[in-house]
């Protein structure tokens, strides 16, 4: 019973911080001005890369990258790291979308002609994921991180966020 109990809450945990993840990427590309349309379409392969290298434990970061087409410096950055310690209480889960608003409030927004795309990080022996496979991140040029803390908590895994300016 304690294993059922145990997997089902992980599992449990995989899915609400998934789905906020998504739920972040898609508030932060809209309020910068962008469709998330592509971000919608796109994300059931991107949810498959994330529920299955949060279930190993190798997904290190989720990014996305704004950018002006042809263009190899970012014009802004947004990046999750994934913790696995998580919160420390058992059923906890939570997103502060309040506090991610005013973050995207504070955060430099990327010119109106730009792009945007979604990057995940992983962690050395992370499994094959169909669709997935290795790339460069764009130089981040000028921009400075800012690190702003825990966005998304559950019992077994928390996800903060860092935007560049």
Not at 46 to 59: A, E
Not at 61 to 77: D, K, L, M
Not at 124 to 139: E, I, K, T
């Amino acid at each position: 019973m304690a294993t059922y109990t145990q997997t089902y809450a992980r599992t449990h945990s995989i899915v609400f911080l998934s789905d906020n993840l998504r739920n972040s990427l898609r508030e932060i590309i809209r309020e910068n001005g962008l469709d998330p349309v592509r971000l919608m379409q796109d994300w059931q392969e991107i949810q498959n890369g994330v529920r299955t290298w949060l279930d190993s434990g190798h997904l290190k970061t989720v990014i996305v990258e704004f950018f002006r087409p042809g263009a190899n410096v970012a014009s802004a950055r947004w990046e999750f790291p994934v913790l696995y310690t998580g919160s420390g209480v058992e059923d906890d889960m939570w997103l502060d979308k309040n506090y991610l608003r005013q973050l995207v409030a504070k955060a430099a927004r990327p010119p109106s002609d730009c792009s945007y795309r979604v990057v995940l990080s992983v962690r050395n022996g992370a499994p094959f994921v169909d669709g997935f496979g290795p790339c460069s991140l764009l130089s981040t040029g000028n921009l400075a991180a800012r690190q702003a803390g825990m966005v998304i908590a559950t019992g077994h895994m928390t996800a903060s966020v860092t935007y560049w300016r």
